[in-house]
Every structure is written in C-alpha cells, then in structure tokens.
C-alpha cells in the first residue's frame, strides 16, 4: 500500500517536462538521425581502385631520374554515377620535382589530381624518392662490324653511314661505361647491296644503372660485297727530315689525297695503321712549299697500296718567336717640367720582349733602346698609382710582351 502511495505521489509529468529530460531525448534523437542519415550515405557512395602513371613536374631538363616509380596504386570514393562516369585521363599523380639539385636523393610526397565529385581515399605508394643525376649528351663515331661469315676472296667496298655520329645520352657515369657504338650487318643483309636502316648498338663495359638513349636510334648503311682481296683505307703520314731555319715553324701538313686504300688478308690489314711518304727535306726551306711525294709500301707483308702511290703534300710555314726578359729597366716620369721632385716606387721594372729567335738569340740588351715610362700629366696630388708603358725606338721588329710590376707608385719629395 505504501508503495502504491508513493508512485502515486510521484509527480512523472515533471520529469518529462524537466530541461535535463529534454536534453537527454534531444541526444539521443540526434545520434539516432545520425545512424540513419550514414547508413543511408554510406549505400549511396562506392570505391573504386586502379593504377596510374606517376608524372614528375618541374625536373630540370638537364637531369634526369634514376631508379623512379613508374605508377602508382589509387583508391578514389564517390557515388554511383560519378563511379561510372569516372575518365582515368582526369585522374594525374604527380610529384614536385622543382628546385632539386642533381647528385642528391629527396623523399617527397606523391600528390594526386582529380574531379571534385570524388573524394581519394589512398595512394600507395603515398611517397617517392627521387636520385636526381646530371644528364648529358656525347658525339660518337658509328663504327661497323662486318660478320666473320664473309667466304674468302670477297670484301666489302663503299662503306659509308649516314650520319656518321650519334648522339648518346644519360647519366655521366653510365656514358663512362660506352666504348663504342656500332652498326653490325649480317652476310645476308649485305649480299642484296641494297642501302640498309640498322640500329646502332651499345659497346659497353658494364650494366648501365639507369636509361641510355642513342639519338638518332638508327642509321643508314651503304656496303658493297666486291670480289678479291679485302681493302681499307688508312691515312697518309708524312714523314719529314732535318731542321729549319730557326726563325720559322712547321704551320700545317696538308696531303691530298688524306687516305690511300691499301688491300691484302684481313689479318694483315689489321697490322697497318697508315702509310708512310718518303722523306721530304725541310732543312733549306725558307716559305711554304708543295710537292708530289711518293708512298712507301707498307712493311707488312701481304699487303699492298690499292690506290695511288704518291701525294701531294703541302707544306706551311709561319714565323718562330721568342721571348727575352730584360730586368732592372729604370722607369722615367713624363708629362712634368720637374721630374726630380717626385719619387717612384719601384724605380726600375722587368720588361719581356718578343721577337726572331735569330734576333733574340743575338740580342745585346745595352744597345736596345728601350724606354719605360709613366705619363705624369695633370697629376696634382700625391701619392697616386699610375699604370707604365714601354716603347723601343731602335728599329728592330721586337715587340713588347709585358712589364712586371705592371702599376708603379708616385709620391712627392716635398711630401715625404
């Protein structure tokens, strides 16, 4: 009975009705909305995966990448329709590679572009590491490689590539390992003597650790399969006696033609490097000259000159100098109606003069007439610094080639 008292005595409609009643319904509804209202995004947005190419921005044109990430693996959200409409050439991974210097490793953040309609959940990897290296680019000779399968009595005549360089870049230490580049046509290839694109192939020492390309790629072969004996061409040396006249100088050794064809076994044109001319006496020469010299047979044996015996060498010559220093020049002041009253410092200087060895050689240093001076014009205060100057008034072809100190100092005596 007492308890039935006291529930009936308990005022229910004040707790309803009581600001924290209020309050714990309005959470609880909230949180309830909240369940729903999720559930219900949660069904109307889909994932979505899939590969995409890394891109990496600002990279100096002059470096390059070793060992980077080609792609990247991304998760992207967003609903049905924007799934399924969803363009890959809109979706950019990129990485900010401005302002890194080569010869260093950067660990930077992967950053990816997409429409708004879609939100990115993950990229993996989230992060790269760029090894920047310096790029640069080589100028090589194409050297051919002919096959080994050539029968005995033919060879191959009017070798010619077009262009006879490449260029060859990548890394510096990777271009290190390049030996050589080079075209390797078959037998069969050259047996139709028909002009031939081939690509041009690495010779190289070790693995490269990054990418080395050949610009162009390939080049074109021009070969002729000839009967007889094998031909090279080697160049001409020429081969000069005795000395000249000590006041002049080889300048240049022209020969024309530069090359002479030379035939024999393959093994024994491997031998020759060039051919040499008979001697051509230089010693009573006194101006250019050119003369048709005859070539020596090569020494190896077997071997021959398939095409002219002789040349024609031209031969330049250009005036010798040498040089002399003369020391202790004493230096006079010009340009001052009291030269006594000032001092230099240093007074005397070493003048290097130029000329003939013949003169040079023959040079008495009493009787030049040469003059060091400093121009004291319009020079009103003291000490200042003036810059010398030389001249040789005794006729001969010397010219002046420096004077040490090139700067003396000039001070006053009446300021001392």
Not at 56 to 72: A, F
Not at 87 to 108: E, I, M, Q, S
Not at 127 to 154: F, K
Not at 338 to 357: A, D, R, T
């Given at each position: 009975?007492?308890?039935k ?6 005022d229910f409609?004040g707790?309803?009705t009581?600001p924290w009643?209020?309050w714990?319904f ?9 369940i729903?209202?999720?559930?219900i995004?949660e069904?109307?947005f889909?994932t ?8 990496y921005?600002?990279l100096?044109?002059q470096?390059?990448l070793?060992g ?16 399924m409409m969803?363009?890959y ?6 990485v900010?590679?401005r302002?890194?210097l080569p ?17 990115l ?6 992060q ?22 050539i029968?005995?009595?033919?060879y191959?005549?009017g ?17 290190a390992?390049v030996?050589?580049v ?22 190289q020492s ?11 790629a390939?080049?074109?072969f ?7 004996l094998?031909?090279?061409?080697v160049p001409v ?6 000395r ?10 022209v ?7 030379i035939?024999?076994k393959?093994?024994d044109l ?7 001319t008979?001697?051509?006496?230089v ?9 048709v010299?005859?070539l020596r047979?090569?020494?190896t ?7 002219s015996?002789s ?6 010559l ?5 040089e002399?220093m003369?020391?202790?020049v ?10 006594k009253?000032?001092?230099?410092s240093?007074?005397h ?13 023959n ?6 007439k040469?003059t ?5 014009s319009?020079?009103f205060?003291t ?10 008034t005794s ?22």
């Amino acid at each position: 009975m007492k308890l039935k008292q006291k529930l009936k005595d308990f005022d229910f409609n004040g707790i309803f009705t009581s600001p924290w009643a209020l309050w714990f319904f309005s959470i609880v509804t909230a949180v309830l909305m909240w369940i729903y209202v999720t559930a219900i995004d949660e069904a109307a947005f889909i994932t979505r995966k899939f590969t995409c190419p890394i891109e990496y921005r600002g990279l100096d044109t002059q470096s390059i990448l070793r060992g980077k990430i080609s792609e990247v693996d991304i998760e992207v959200r967003g609903t049905e329709e924007a799934i399924m409409m969803l363009d890959y050439n809109n979706v950019h991974a990129f990485v900010d590679a401005r302002n890194l210097l080569p010869g260093k490793k950067y660990t930077v953040n992967v950053n990816v572009e997409m429409p708004r309609n879609l939100t990115l959940i993950s990229c993996f990897p989230s992060q790269a590491v760029l090894d920047i290296v310096r790029q640069v680019t080589r100028l090589m000779n194409v050297e051919t490689v002919l096959p080994q399968n050539i029968p005995e009595g033919q060879y191959i005549e009017g070798v010619e590539i077009i262009p006879k360089e490449v260029g060859i870049r990548g890394a510096e230490d990777d271009l290190a390992k390049v030996g050589s580049v080079r075209v390797t046509p078959t037998f069969e290839e050259l047996q139709k003597g028909a002009e031939l694109l081939m690509p041009v192939k690495f010779a190289q020492s070790e693995p490269f650790e990054g990418t080395v390309t050949i610009e162009p790629a390939q080049v074109r072969f021009r070969g002729m399969l000839a009967r007889g004996l094998p031909r090279k061409k080697v160049p001409v040396n020429v081969r000069l006696a005795g000395r000249l006249d000590s006041d002049y100088e080889v300048q240049s050794v022209v020969t024309d033609p530069s090359e002479v064809q030379i035939e024999g076994k393959a093994e024994d044109l491997a031998k020759v490097e060039a051919v040499d001319t008979e001697v051509i006496e230089v010693s009573s020469m006194n101006s250019d000259m050119v003369v048709v010299v005859p070539l020596r047979q090569p020494e190896t044996e077997g071997v021959s000159i398939a095409s002219s015996t002789s040349v024609k060498v031209s031969i330049k010559l250009t005036e010798a100098h040498a040089e002399k220093m003369i020391a202790n020049v004493p230096v006079e002041l010009r340009g001052t109606s009291q030269p006594k009253n000032w001092v230099c410092s240093p007074p005397h200087v070493s003048v290097s003069i130029e000329g003939k060895p013949s003169m040079i050689g023959n040079l008495d240093e009493d009787n030049v007439k040469l003059t060091v001076y400093a121009d004291m014009s319009n020079i009103f205060m003291t000490p200042v610094t003036l810059p010398l100057r030389a001249e040789i008034t005794s006729g001969d072809a010397l010219r002046i080639v420096r004077i040490e100190p090139q700067n003396i100092t000039v001070n006053s005596l009446e300021g001392r």
